[in-house]
Structure formats: structure tokens, C-alpha cells
Nanobody, 126 residues
Framework: QVQLVESGGGSVQAGGSLRLSCAAS????????MGWFRQAPGKEREGVAA???????TYANSVKGRFTVSKDNAKNTLYLQMNSLKPEDTAMYYC????????????????????WGQGTQVTVSS
């Protein structure tokens, strides 16, 4: 069983930066494909970024050029560096693991992921 614990959320003004972390424990193979998702009040959960076992990354169009996903395999930790934050980035951010072998744009679709963290809140004020 994989356990995921997010941290690093908070409140920031527009244009600021935050770095989210997701510490994974459990069966390591399940963490090879990992992703970040977010959900704002009243909206569906949406994919933000994902990283595969070979280091290939996929981003939602809304965050390309501003967010960077990375993974430290030795620490089993996933990161999301968020720069140039906008008020519309405000949401609960979730880490997820094990995308069941899908890749590319499929890897930022929440339906594929097996394991989920509890989330960390990001609030961006204008």
C-alpha cells in the first residue's frame, strides 16, 4: 500500500512562488508514475503535471512555463515548483501515484491513478 503525504501549500500573492512536496512510502514500483492534481471549490479535479519513470513530464496547458514537476527517487519524493502564481491557481492540490501504465496526456487524467494523498491548500490572492 502506497501512502502519500503532501506539504508546502500556503497563501501567496499573485506572481509569487510555492514548492509543493509529496513524500511517498510503501511499494516503490507504484510510485514510478506520479502526478499533481488540483480541485477548486465547485469544480472537478483536474490534472496539473505528471512525471513518468523515465523522467518524462506532462503539463496542463494552463501551467506550462510556470510549473515544474520533479522527483527525487532516492527520497521517494515528488515536487511541484510553482512560479508566477495566479489567483486561478487557488485550489486544493493533490499528489497521486500509479497511473497504471498510461503516458503522455493520459497521465494527467485523475481517473487513471490508484493512490492519492490528502491534499494541501494553495491560495493565491490578487
Amino acid at each position: 500500500q502506497v501512502q502519500l503525504v503532501e506539504s508546502g501549500g500556503g497563501s501567496v500573492q499573485a506572481g509569487g512562488s510555492l514548492r509543493l512536496s509529496c513524500a511517498a512510502s510503501g511499494y516503490a514500483r507504484s510510485t514510478f508514475c506520479m502526478g499533481w492534481f488540483r480541485q477548486a471549490p465547485g469544480k472537478e479535479r483536474e490534472g496539473v503535471a505528471a512525471i513518468d519513470s523515465d523522467g518524462s513530464t506532462t503539463y496542463a496547458n494552463s501551467v506550462k512555463g510556470r510549473f515544474t514537476v520533479s522527483k527525487d527517487n532516492a527520497k521517494n519524493t515528488l515536487y511541484l515548483q510553482m512560479n508566477s502564481l495566479k489567483p486561478e491557481d487557488t485550489a486544493m492540490y493533490y499528489c497521486a501515484a500509479d497511473c497504471q501504465g498510461v503516458s503522455g496526456t493520459w497521465s494527467i487524467r485523475p481517473i487513471w491513478y490508484v493512490y492519492w494523498g490528502q491534499g494541501t491548500q494553495v491560495t493565491v490572492s490578487s
